[in-house]
């Protein structure tokens, strides 16, 4: 979620206190405290990390984690009836697994078959769910209650989580988020030059789940968000 939120915050604006966040300072003071954490303890072991390894090691880490998720991208993609996008992500997952040594070597992303993102939060969007009251999650970071809901029902389908080894889920877990931190590590610097952090993510996460909701075409309107997008996602399964 780290990534994903600061990957795209330059696209947002800090903003007033918003209708959406009705327990903006309970919010804060988690927000606080996963800073405080980011800064002690996450940050400096992503720094470590990316100053260790090589390039395409780190590369062939994101490479493995992305092909997993793709369990959960493909899932979704049939929950949202978009049986294109479920058939080609699937021909991503399947190649990728056999062909480039489960998922170390992106080949479908060679050959045109780009990494999507789908996941519950979005397929109850999809439905028409409303995205309920802006939530910041214990060292997770900016959610939703709609899209809370959908990491924990995405964590019943990742197979990561379905290890039953807890030694090694637990492993594999904190490498996939040493790495995911390590590769948003210049995205720091934008978010340092904010002068309300917390409204910028806020604002930052909203643009893009909306975005992502939408499959990268929102409606024109601004004020057609992340309440009701259901409709206008099932008018155009594909």
């Known amino acids: 979620m780290l990534l994903a939120v600061m990957l795209l915050s330059g696209c947002a604006t800090t903003s007033s206190p918003s209708?959406?966040?009705?327990?903006?300072?309970?919010?804060?003071?988690?927000?606080?405290?996963?800073?405080?954490?980011?800064?002690?303890?996450?940050?400096?072991?992503?720094?470590?990390?990316?100053?260790?390894?090589?390039?395409?090691?780190?590369?062939?880490?994101?490479?493995?984690?992305?092909?997993?998720?793709?369990?959960?991208?493909?899932?979704?993609?049939?929950?949202?009836?978009?049986?294109?996008?479920?058939s080609r992500d699937l021909v991503r997952l399947v190649s990728n697994t056999v062909f480039g040594g489960l998922g170390l070597v992106d080949v479908a992303g060679m050959r045109g078959l780009t990494k999507r993102q789908e996941d519950f939060g979005q397929t109850l969007a999809y439905w028409g769910v409303g995205s309920g009251p802006y939530l910041v999650l214990p060292l997770l970071g900016p959610s939703t209650l709609r899209d809370?809901?959908?990491?924990?029902?995405?964590?019943?389908?990742?197979?990561?989580?379905?290890?039953?080894?807890?030694?090694?889920?637990?492993?594999?877990?904190?490498?996939?988020?040493v790495d995911v931190r390590a590769n948003v590590l210049p995205a720091g610097k934008l978010l340092e030059q904010q002068p309300d952090r917390y409204s910028f993510l806020r604002e930052a996460y909203f643009q893009r789940r909306r975005n992502l909701i939408y499959d990268g075409n929102p409606p024109e309107d601004p004020n057609a968000d992340l309440e009701d997008p259901g409709e206008g996602a099932i008018d155009d399964p594909e």
């Open 148 to 177: 809370s809901v959908g990491l924990v029902v995405d964590s019943r389908i990742d197979p990561i989580w379905q290890i039953p080894d807890v030694p090694v889920r637990n492993s594999l877990t904190a490498v996939n988020l």
């Open 19 to 86: 209708p959406s966040d009705p327990i903006e300072p309970v919010n804060r003071a988690i927000f606080t405290f996963n800073e405080k954490a980011d800064r002690y303890v996450t940050k400096p072991i992503a720094q470590v990390y990316d100053r260790i390894l090589p390039s395409f090691v780190r590369t062939g880490v994101r490479n493995f984690f992305n092909n997993i998720g793709d369990v959960v991208v493909v899932t979704n993609d049939l929950l949202q009836l978009k049986f294109t996008n479920a």
